[in-house]
């Protein structure tokens, strides 16, 4: 988590030092995607079945700040993020912290395009509505990507973008009566629909 406010804090500063126009603000909405499969395993370790994940609803909010320079910007955000995945009988659900760091150009009036690595910090996976067990997940910090297309309206802006992963991150599982294990790939594939409002 420290590593992820050094990076938020170093990137805002340096670019406020530079920017022509600076904006700071908050965000919220809703996104809908899923993580990925999850695997079974019987006690002799023999794959079982395999059983993709079902995008659902979940929401994000918080703060962001915008510094532009020519018509090209650098938008530092960080953001609580609830990431909702249906698995036929139970849900699976993630609590992180993002901190996209957004490269973007505005390229016809209001309308900017922008895409970036984004910084995830796991606080809580957990399965709802099933006897199974879930353990944490391999890494707490991870580093993905977000890539889409914004629409900013005076003080009001509209953001459309797709989150996903570079690299695996699974948690592993097991069954009441550890009989059988399994792992759920927990990497994020969503869709973002944001609203912002910049002071």
């Known amino acids: 988590m420290k590593k992820l406010m050094f990076i938020a804090l170093f990137v805002c500063s ?3 030092l530079m920017a022509q126009e600076a904006d700071f603000g908050i965000k919220g909405g809703f996104n809908y995607g899923a993580t990925g499969d999850l695997k079974m395993e019987n006690a002799s370790n023999d794959l079982g079945d395999i ?12 703060v962001f700040s915008r510094f532009e320079i020519v018509g090209i910007f650098l938008q530092p955000e960080l953001m609580f993020t609830r990431l909702n995945t249906e698995y036929e009988t139970f849900n699976y659900k993630i609590d992180k912290i993002d901190a996209p760091i957004l490269l973007g150009v505005n390229v016809l009036g209001p309308l900017n395009i922008k895409a970036g690595p984004s910084f995830q910090y796991i606080i809580n996976n957990e399965l709802e509505d099933t006897s ?3 353990g944490d997940v391999e890494k707490d910090i991870t580093v993905g990507y977000q890539v889409g297309a914004g629409l900013n309206l005076g003080r009001l802006g509209f953001d459309v ?17 550890a009989q059988e294990n399994f792992s759920i790939d927990s990497r994020p594939s969503q869709w973002i629909l944001s609203l912002s409002y910049a002071f």
Do not use: D
């Open 161 to 177: 973008r797709y989150e996903g992963a570079f690299t695996e991150n699974t948690a592993f599982g097991a069954t009441e009566t």
């Open 14 to 16: 340096s670019a406020g």
């Open 132 to 134: 199974l067990k879930i």
């Open 51 to 62: 059983i993709e994940g079902k995008e659902k609803s979940g929401y994000h909010i918080g």
